[in-house]
């Protein structure tokens, strides 16, 4: 919330509920967005515990680009 970092992605499915929930609450108030690296928003009422489709956490401007551009390199592995 200070400004200092714009962006955090992680493609991975090994983050879980808890990791996300409060950080998502704070950055959401702050103007940011979470979702996963489908630009889905993230479902905090499932009885699955993981994020299996990874987390791209922005300032909320450059959201959009971030996932366009993290679908992109993530499509040639």
Do not use: K
Not at 1 to 9: I, Q
Not at 36 to 55: F, H, K, P, V, W
């Amino acid at each position: 919330c200070e400004g200092r970092a714009h962006l955090y992605v992680h493609p991975g499915h090994r983050t879980h509920l808890w990791d996300t929930c409060g950080p998502e609450a704070i950055l959401r108030e702050a103007g940011g967005r979470m979702t996963d690296i489908s630009n889905a928003l993230l479902r905090y009422d499932t009885a699955e515990i993981c994020n299996l489709n990874g987390i791209v956490a922005t300032n909320g401007v450059i959201h959009d680009r971030v996932v366009q551009v993290t679908q992109s390199v993530l499509a040639g592995f």
